[in-house]
């Protein structure tokens, strides 16, 4: 975690400390220090070129969730971990342009980040950030962009101001919300954790009680909240859509009012990295009343194995995604599921396919003995519905020293039929 002064914003808003960072080379670790020592030796202050240095490491490792923009950009080390992606935000912004609104009020902008993707589809936004420093790199972010502006405040005076508990937004307003779910005063913080995750609801700020009377007033609201959010803690009246990036599920979203779609109630949104369009798997149905599909029983570790994607775990469709493909699943609990044959669907992303090759009851002797025989040099393992640890596992069955010979990689999934533990060798399709 950084410390305040090194997240200092001051030395770089400067005209001389703003010129320093943008004339900066792009980011090298190996050079840093002999740079640090250059730009003292020219006469910048130590705290401009620390700052500077800072921004400009900070925008190497932003040009991934922001690309080009990052260039530019200024962050904390805090606001960079979870602002959004731009992808992700841009579908955000898009939400709030097809259902006619005019105005997003970003209550908690952090850096930006959904604000300037509102703000690049032409959408008026007034984003509101309470922590100071945070709010001066917001306001550089969306400098480019006069339809925006940044108010430094709370949720909650805003709201105030406008009255939006008792009268709701003004019409063609649309509120984005993304609650602080870190306490960066928590006792049990480390330096190499960072800041503690909240999950009493009432803890975020602002809490999940001020979301749910702003969304009682029938105003047009989106609420980012981290993807593990339990699901008895989602209200009843809301759309939940869980957002994974090539496999890496980054948040859900609570859409309420004219931004929630009719007839959906849970939503799982794969966006891949490379631009292309999204792929969606939607139900009707609350947690838990959905598709009720048959465990297959000890035959059913066949065929193709499907993984499926996070998003498509959380948001509990994994029997509705297993019932669509005509698949059956290994077991009720467990996030597996089988079928014939592979789809072969190129714009196919739901799950993650699995040719397997053969299946044995798992114990330590017989997996030993198949790693020797086949002369398997590396491994990837997978495990669900099984108490294994997959490092330890990889450690006891390949050997101290590699074989000679070619390498050999194989994959072992190591899971549950009925009451008997299982591993299968399969083939990433």
């Known amino acids: ?38 730009l003292r030796d020219a006469g910048h202050p ?13 925008r190497a490792a932003g040009r991934q969730k922001f690309g080009e923009f990052a260039a530019r950009m200024l962050f904390t080390h805090e606001g960079l971990q979870q602002s959004t992606r731009l992808a992700v935000a841009a579908r955000h912004a898009q939400r709030f342009r097809s259902a006619g609104l005019d105005r997003v009020v970003d209550l908690g902008c952090g850096l930006g980040g959904d604000a300037l993707a509102a703000a690049s589809l032409g959408l008026s936004v007034t984003a509101v950030e309470a922590d100071e420093n945070t709010a001066a790199a917001a306001t550089m972010n969306l400098h480019p962009f006069p339809e925006a502006n940044v108010q430094h405040g709370t949720a909650e005076d805003f709201a105030a101001t406008f009255d939006l508990l008792q009268a709701g937004a003004p019409r063609g307003w649309g509120l984005w919300l993304d609650p602080a779910r870190r306490d960066p005063h928590a006792a049990q913080e480390t330096a190499a954790a960072g800041p503690t995750r909240l999950w009493d609801p009432e803890s975020f700020s602002p809490p999940l009680s001020f979301v749910k009377a702003l969304a009682n007033t029938g105003t047009p609201m ?59 798997l939607v139900s009707d149905t609350d947690f838990g009343a959905g598709v009720q599909a048959e465990p297959s029983g000890r035959e059913g570790l066949f065929g193709v194995l499907h993984e499926p994607d996070p998003a498509v775990i959380r948001s509990g469709l994994i029997a509705e995604l297993a019932d669509s493909l005509g698949a059956h699943l290994l077991d009720e609990h467990i996030a597996y599921f089988c079928a014939d044959e592979p789809v072969t669907d190129p714009d196919y992303r739901l799950s993650r396919q699995f040719r397997v090759l053969e299946v044995d009851s798992f114990n330590l002797k017989t997996l030993k003995a198949w790693v020797t025989e086949a002369a398997v040099t590396s491994l990837e393992i997978k495990k669900r519905g099984v108490d294994v640890v997959p490092e330890r596992l990889r450690q006891q069955l390949l050997p101290k020293k590699r074989p000679k010979g070619p390498k050999r990689h194989a994959t072992l999934v190591i899971t549950r039929l009925g009451e008997e533990r299982v591993f299968a060798v399969v083939e990433p399709l």
């Not at 002064?5 to 670790?29: I, R």
């Not at 130590?46 to 900070?58: E, I, M, N």
């Open 46 to 58: 130590p705290d401009r070129v620390a700052s500077a240095l800072t921004q400009s490491r900070l």
């Open 222 to 280: 989106g609420v980012k909240l981290g993807p593990g959010l339990p699901h008895e803690l989602i209200p009843s009246d809301c759309e939940a859509e869980w957002v994974s990036v090539d496999g890496d599920l980054v948040e859900v979203v609570l859409w309420f009012n004219a931004l929630a779609r009719p007839g959906v109630r849970r939503a799982a949104t794969l966006l891949p990295e490379d631009g292309s369009a999204a792929v969606e």
């Open 1 to 38: 975690m950084s410390s305040p002064a090194a997240d200092a914003l001051d030395p770089v808003l400067t005209p001389e400390g703003w010129e320093l960072l943008n004339s900066l080379p792009p980011y090298d670790e190996q050079t840093a220090l002999q740079l640090n020592l250059r």
